[in-house]
């Protein structure tokens, strides 16, 4: 197994609470004390990115280097390949500043039409820097279908049109517990996890 790089403190480099919260839930078996990006005031760098692997680094380089501690950043998105792969790494973007997810799937919804294919997948890459500059990066994938009208309060962004493989329920309607065990994001831990952690 590969040198564990994090030692108590880590950064979650994110303003967005709905992430933080998931990510919060995900850390909370392995004794770290968690500051988000938001509570030390760092600011947000600009996503140039052209995919989710580069933006989740940029973000994560930019909070290690701002905090000198080990910093966590993830970068996801839904990808529907009717769409070419829309919204992909623009996901956050399609909601625009005031983060409108309501319009935001129905912009996916008139995009896509009655008859589209309705395939789509969620993609999460975590990236793990110091403030040496080392990153390493791991990436989850969980695939579904589309479902209109939105369904459920619970998850944030896109969750409430996506429905996993395999599953009835949306992402909005899974509650944290049942969501954090099959989701794109969990996925991504896993790896994570399993890198600086050990299977246990």
């Excluded at 403190?9 to 850390?27: M, P, Q, T, W, Y």
């Excluded at 039409?113 to 500059?133: I, N, T």
């Excluded at 409430?160 to 099959?182: A, C, L, V, W, Y």
Aim: aromatic share 8%; with cysteine; charged share 25%.
């Amino acid at each position: 197994m590969p040198q564990r790089l994090i030692a108590d403190d880590l950064v979650i480099a994110s303003h967005n609470e709905g992430k933080v919260s998931e990510i919060r839930d995900l850390l909370n078996p392995f004794g770290l004390t968690v500051h988000s990006a938001a509570e030390l005031n760092l600011p947000e760098p600009e996503e140039t990115g052209s995919t989710f692997a580069e933006n989740a680094t940029l973000k994560a380089v930019a909070a290690a280097e701002g905090s000198g501690m080990a910093a966590l950043a993830d970068d996801s998105g839904l990808v529907v390949p009717a769409l070419g792969g829309a919204p992909g790494i623009y996901s956050a973007r399609w909601a625009g500043p005031d983060k409108d997810f309501d319009a935001a799937m129905a912009r996916i919804e008139k995009k896509l039409g009655p008859k589209a294919d309705r395939e789509a997948h969620f993609v999460c890459v975590l990236a793990l820097a110091l403030p040496s500059g080392e990153t390493r990066t791991y990436e989850g994938t969980v695939h579904g279908t589309l479902v209109w009208p939105p369904k459920g309060t619970f998850g944030f962004g896109y969750d409430p049109i996506f429905r996993p493989k395999k599953f009835s329920d949306t992402f909005g309607e899974m509650n944290p517990p049942k969501k954090h065990q099959i989701s794109h994001r969990a996925e991504a831990f896993r790896l994570f996890t399993a890198d600086q952690f050990g299977d246990a």
